[in-house]
T-cell receptor
Framework: AQKVTQAQTEISVVEKEDVTLDCVYE???????LFWYKQPPSGELVFLIRRNSFDEQNEISGRYSWNFQKSTSSFNFTITASQVVDSAVYFCALSEPTGNQFYFGTGTSLTVIP | DAMVIQNPRYQVTQFGKPVTLSCSQTLNHNVMYWYQQKSSQAPKLLFH???????NEADTPDNFQSRRPNTSFCFLDIRSPGLGDAAMYLC?????????????FGPGTRLTVL
């Protein structure tokens, strides 16, 4: 079963628009960790955020914000006032205590049009 | 800057001709991972090392092998590359094994098989 679902395959927005990338996860563990990574065209996965399952506080970092809702098993990512440099593939990932790997979603390709 | 380095960035090989991809890290992390990422797909974990302890994922083909001669270096050997092995290969490191440990990724090696 897919543990992390990113239903949006591709999104295009015009520069300065806000955009939300959806992530829905599935786990039976009460302790788990959620991540977002950015993969620009250069290929390197860049860490954006880690959230543990006991911390439901939303987080804001500059133009980025994350909304973690355990009730809906979602960990959505919003970019405010998008810029061309935000164009990339964004991956949501889940890590469980019993495993040694990340369960990556299939990624959302974001294109910001100038 | 501490980082994860992968060489070469682009590798071309012929069908059936062995190829080795390399990864080095200056982070002094205990854990090193190899992922395979095909076009428009999520990274897929092939195996990881926890220090010298090698851990193979159940569905990783025997065609893929790895070596970790010391903490800093890890190699991915593809013994007889097939056309289906063309992909981006990502190396990652983490200081801990298991949930919650952020993984730091290298820029990847894009492998082409002719």
């Amino acid at each position: 079963a897919q543990k992390v679902t990113q239903a949006q395959t591709e999104i295009s927005v015009v520069e300065k628009e806000d955009v939300t990338l959806d992530c829905v996860y599935e786990t039976r563990d009460t302790t788990y960790y959620l991540f977002w990574y950015k993969q620009p065209p250069s290929g390197e996965l860049v860490f954006l955020i880690r959230r543990n399952s006991f911390d439901e506080q939303n987080e804001i970092s500059g133009r980025y914000s994350w909304n973690f809702q355990k009730s809906t098993s979602s960990f959505n990512f919003t970019i405010t006032a998008s810029q061309v440099v935000d164009s990339a593939v964004y991956f949501c990932a889940l890590s469980e205590p019993t495993g040694n790997q990340f369960y990556f979603g299939t990624g959302t390709s974001l294109t910001v049009i100038p | 800057d501490a980082m994860v380095i992968q060489n070469p960035r682009y590798q071309v090989t012929q069908f059936g001709k062995p190829v080795t991809l390399s990864c080095s890290q200056t982070l002094n992390h205990n854990v090193m991972y190899w992922y395979q990422q095909k076009s428009s797909q999520a990274p897929k974990l092939l195996f990881h090392y926890y220090d010298k302890d090698f851990n193979n994922e159940a569905d990783t083909p025997d065609n893929f092998q790895s070596r970790r001669p010391n903490t800093s270096f890890c190699f991915l050997d593809i013994r007889s590359p097939g056309l289906g092995d063309a992909a981006m290969y990502l190396c990652a490191t983490s200081s801990l094994r298991g949930a919650g440990a952020e993984q730091f990724f290298g820029p990847g090696t894009r492998l082409t098989v002719l």
